[in-house]
């Protein structure tokens, strides 16, 4: 729903890859904002700014080398888009932390870890070897 793992995945990848990459998250529905998003981007100095959840269908271009998909639905909505198309598609299983529970901090700590993991995905497929070192 674009609400959670693909935008703070987003804001990453715009971090940590060189601004002549053009980055764009969409879900194959629009759901809310959530606010722990917001809450764990902030730690890492990052922010959504004014941005929605948005759909494939919001995006302005609808052209990529690379689609990188973190949810099951989300992946076969890939697929099926680029069928005629010559774009790759790879799918970075990533756990949904709007089902954790507990404390507000258990619940922080879920959506951490999405991040963390989220970065690390970033680095190991995006950056050469040097620039690993340095975000790690």
Do not use: C
Not at 10 to 21: C, D, F, K, S, V
Not at 53 to 58: K, Q, S
């Amino acid at each position: 729903m674009n609400a959670v793992r693909s935008p703070m995945a987003e804001q990453l990848a715009r971090r940590m890859l060189p601004a002549t990459i053009f980055v764009a998250s969409a879900g194959v529905r629009a759901g809310e904002r959530d606010p722990f998003v917001d809450a764990v981007l902030a730690e890492d100095g990052l922010t959504l700014g004014e941005r929605h959840p948005r759909t494939l269908d919001d995006l302005e271009d609808d052209y990529f080398d690379l689609i990188v998909t973190l949810a099951p639905e989300a992946h076969h909505a890939a697929l099926e888009l680029t069928r005629s198309l010559a774009v790759e598609v790879e799918y970075w299983p990533t756990q949904d932390p709007t089902g954790a529970s507990g404390t507000r901090e258990q619940i922080m700590a879920a959506y951490r870890d999405v991040r963390e993991r989220l970065k690390l995905r970033i680095s190991r497929r995006f950056l050469p070897p040097e620039a690993k070192n340095a975000a790690d």
